[in-house]
């Protein structure tokens, strides 16, 4: 049978659809970019913000008619959910119509088995099949991903998540916290740096907290940064509660751990942070930013900022837009609350900040947002920086793209070099989210 795959939401589902993968093609299933060709369609859903929700709604609308197609033609089609809607959702799923399938990221192994349990022909009534038990101790051991991109590597380390931030669904989409041991990490890697791979991106829901038989991330990040071959070592998302220094000193001393954190701020209200149980007060949060520019000069910051959880006032907002000022953030990811089924905030706060409001205060954070990124990334016109190139440019014809060490987008015209190669880029112009500039055939290299 064909399978199409579908992934939707942040990099752990690209990671988990390439174990998807892998389970399938080890089962004997024929993978298929075409969507007419497939057999099953599985979509591997998000459930972060209402956002997503909608378009995986949208999607499925979409599928009704290849649906009564595939049933006419072959008798036989199924539509799978996988990753987080499936868990969040469970059998409220199976109220759309094309859904005859709810699997969630704990259950993938049994795919094959559940697939074909619902395919079978000459059923008077569809069958519907569901598995979305949380595990304590799934991470796919075993499993080596099935990938497509030939210069980063997703390699998850640890999954789910015990911290709870009341606005957050994963901690009840993904489960308990567990860690893959150093070893089974390293075999992967060395493995990834055998067929080429130039970057390695460790992955988790709480990355920074990964600990193995008394293995830090530290311990694994440094590990992983000694295979030869590996050039470039990135890690996401982290929680600033676990930034000790043995980290930072990784970070700093080694050459091939990039110097880009994801620092997720959420607000910078003490009393919106306590209602989030984010566990750090503004001044910890200031003062731990400031300790990892200090540690790592030319380090890249970026960060996630939630605008009008339940309660926010104006006051709460500009202490928001003044932490983003003083930490000044060369990006960052900026959301509107919206209140996920399950969550603590759900049961305990009503979402009362108006959505006006909402949309105002947003608007003035993007614009101070706009303002410092433009200003970072003027700092480093003149600057020479090796980028690893990952393509051409979609944007701009005869142009590659690539990325800096601190992970930002550089466009530069196209040269002989390859995808997977880093060659030094000189920066000459700059937008707020993109490095302009040239290939250096012979760089000098300064750093900040
Ligand atoms: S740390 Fe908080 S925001 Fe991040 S996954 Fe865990 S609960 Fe969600």
């Known amino acids: 049978m064909n399978v199409y795959l579908e992934t939707y939401g942040c990099q752990m589902n690209v990671s988990d659809s390439e174990v998807v993968r892998a389970v399938l093609a080890n089962a004997g299933y024929s993978l298929s970019s075409v969507i007419d060709e497939a057999d099953v369609v599985l979509l591997n859903t998000c459930a ?23 049933q006419t033609e072959r008798g036989r089609f199924v539509v799978g959910l996988l990753g987080c ?10 109220r759309h119509p094309v859904v005859n399938l709810v699997v969630g990221p704990d ?44 210069v980063n590597a997703w390699v998850t380390v640890m999954r789910g998540c015990d911290n709870f931030c009341t606005f957050c669904v994963v901690p009840y989409t993904r489960g308990r916290e567990r860690s893959r041991s150093l070893d089974d990490v390293l075999c992967e890697v060395r493995a990834l740096a055998a067929q080429g791979f130039r970057q390695v991106t460790l992955l988790g829901q709480n990355v920074n907290s990964y600990h193995a038989k008394g293995v830090s991330f530290a311990d694994l990040i440094t590990a992983v940064a000694d295979v030869p071959g590996v050039e470039r070592v990135r890690f996401t998302s982290p929680h600033p509660k676990d930034f000790p220094e043995s980290l930072l000193e990784a970070i ?44 790592i000069p030319d380090v890249t910051l970026t960060t996630d900022i939630i605008v009008g959880f339940p309660t926010e006032t104006e006051a709460d907002h500009q202490d928001t837009l003044t932490t983003m000022q003083s930490v000044e953030f060369d990006s960052a990811y900026i959301f509107k609350y919206s209140e996920r089924k399950g969550t603590i905030a ?26 410092i990124s433009l200003m970072r990334n003027q700092s480093r016109i003149g600057l020479t920086l090796p980028v690893l190139i990952e393509g051409e440019s979609d944007k701009r014809p005869g142009f590659q793209m690539g990325k800096s060490d ?28 993109t490095l302009l500039g040239h290939f250096l055939p012979k760089p000098v290299f300064i750093t900040l």
């Open 85 to 94: 809607m499936a868990q969040n959702m469970k059998e409220a799923m199976f």
């Open 406 to 433: 601190g992970n930002t987008t550089v466009i530069f015209p196209e040269t002989s070099h390859h995808p997977g190669e880093i060659i030094p880029i000189e920066i000459t112009d700059v937008t707020t989210a």
């Open 48 to 70: 972060i913000r209402e956002n997503a929700y909608r378009k995986i709604y949208g999607r499925l609308d979409t599928l009704r008619p290849l649906r009564k197609k595939m």
């Open 346 to 371: 759900s049961k305990k706060f009503p979402d009362d900040v108006k959505a006006e409001v909402k949309t105002r205060r947003i608007v003035q954070l993007f614009d101070a947002q706009h303002e």
């Open 107 to 150: 259950n993938y192994r049994a795919l094959p088995e559940l697939i074909s349990k619902v395919s079978k022909t000459g059923q008077k009534k569809a069958q519907r099949e569901i598995d979305a038990d949380l595990s304590e101790y799934e991470t796919y051991q075993g499993i080596d991903p099935k990938r497509f991109d030939g």
């Open 252 to 295: 700093a001393v080694h050459p091939n751990i990039c110097n880009h954190i994801h620092l997720p701020l959420q607000s910078g209200s003490d009393r919106i942070l306590e209602l989030m149980n984010r566990t750090y007060t503004q001044d910890e949060f200031i003062r731990l930013a400031k300790k990892i520019r200090r540690m």
